[in-house]
Every structure is written in C-alpha cells, then in structure tokens.
C-alpha cells in the first residue's frame, strides 16, 4: 500500500530534550516536506526536500533541522525544543515539488507536547 | 506574501444538501490549486487538484471550480452524506511554497 507513515505519532517531551520525528515513504517520490498545523494559523511549511541531499527552508525553519540521505526518509529534528513547537506534524511527499502540479501524499501527523 | 482565506470557518448543513466551500487567495501567481479533506486523527487526503491553466476539475460529486484573477475557488459537493464530515482545506502552489487555508470544518446531519 503505498503511505506515508510517521513516528512517533504522539510525544511528549520537555524543554531542551533533543527528539527526531521520523518519515518514511514507499512511492518513490522525489519531493518531501514538513508541516506544522496549528489552530487558526493553518499548515505552514518548515523545510521540504527536492531530492536527496537537497534541502530548502519552508516558512517557518526556525529550531528545525532536517535530512535527506536517502529519498525515502526526511527525518525533522529538534535539537532544543521549546514549549512554541507544540503543534501536530505532518510530513508529505509527492513526485515533484512546488510548480509541478503533482499531488502531495500526507501521513497521519504526530502530535508533539513541549512541556 | 500568498494569504489564503476559507469561508466559513465551520458549516452544518442536513444531508441531501448541496453545498459550496470557499477559498480565496491574494496573490493570482500560482501554479496550481489543490482541495484536501482532514479527518480527526488522520492526515490530508488530496480530494482535487486544479491547474492554473484550468477553469475546473471533477471527481465523483465533488467539483472545484478556479477562478485565477480573481484569486477564488470553489468546492461544490453535492447530495451531502453524513461521511462528508470532515475539515476541507485548499492550497495554493506558488512554485516556491505551498500555502494553505485554515479550513471549512463541515458537519453532515442525517
């Protein structure tokens, strides 16, 4: 079945503990990205990636970092996280990127608690 | 900056109805559109995608209708069911970022 899966799905966590959300695809998609929804704000993107090793800032990169060895994991980090990066997570992945007119395949999200 | 608006913010309509959410956007420089469905728990499910070049797309009973210059578009559902319950969210593709709207949450009375 072809998804995009996300883990952990729920963590909760405290200030400065350093954590990693993981995000693998199966669809050979070229493109992954990471959002961060939250209420009245909407999905806004933090990083994405075109292909691996390449990696871009989204809207709202700051306390975030990200990977992309391989095209099917896109790993989002947070060195030192702050209870402002409360929010559910959703990472996606499509063919192409921005200007292609490809769809983007969501995960089911992870709900992170900063305390 | 792209700022996208959807109106209303939540919808409760009986079933059998047929409805129209709305999405508007500031900036008509987009390559495409694109109307998601969110269920609680679950993630974005992409419902239609609309190119810039196209003035409409349809998939089932659901149409979305684009109107780039005038930064607007619509999702029509028709003959609602109450398993149309969910957030509806579009999103617009500038080439650089994807911008999202904060969503219509619509409920279905049967």
């Known amino acids: 079945e072809a998804q995009v899966t996300q883990n952990p799905r729920y963590l909760i966590t405290v200030t400065g503990k350093k954590l990693t959300v993981t995000c693998s695809q199966n669809?050979?998609?070229?493109?992954m990205s990471w959002y961060r929804q939250d209420p009245g704000l909407g999905l806004r993107q933090i990083y994405y990636?075109?292909?691996?090793?390449?990696?871009d800032k989204g809207d709202v990169p700051e306390g975030y970092k990200v990977s992309r060895k391989e095209k099917r994991n896109f790993p989002l980090i947070l060195e030192s996280p702050s209870p402002n990066q409360t929010s559910l997570y959703f990472c996606?992945?499509?063919?192409?990127?921005?200007?292609?007119?490809?769809?983007?395949?969501f995960g089911p999200g992870t709900r992170l608690t900063v305390t | 900056k792209q700022e996208v608006t959807q109106i209303p913010a939540a919808l409760s309509v009986p079933e059998g109805e047929n409805l129209v959410l709305n999405c508007s956007f500031t900036?008509?420089?987009?390559?495409?559109l694109q109307w998601f469905r969110q269920d609680p728990g679950k993630g974005l499910t992409s419902l239609l995608l609309?190119?810039?070049?196209?003035r409409e797309q349809t998939s089932g009973r659901l149409n979305a209708s684009l109107d780039k210059s005038s930064g607007r578009s619509t999702l029509y559902i028709a003959a609602s069911q109450p398993g149309d319950s969910a957030t509806y969210l579009c999103?617009?593709?500038?080439?650089?970022?994807?911008?999202f709207g904060t969503g219509t949450s619509l409920t279905v009375i049967p």
């Open positions: 900036d008509s420089a987009i390559y495409n």
């Open positions: 990636s075109m292909n691996v090793e390449v990696t």
């Open positions: 609309i190119q810039s070049s196209q």
């Open positions: 669809m050979n998609h070229e493109y």
């Open positions: 996606a992945s499509s063919l192409a990127g921005q200007g292609s007119s490809y769809e983007q395949y």
């Open positions: 999103a617009v593709d500038t080439g650089n970022q994807f911008y």
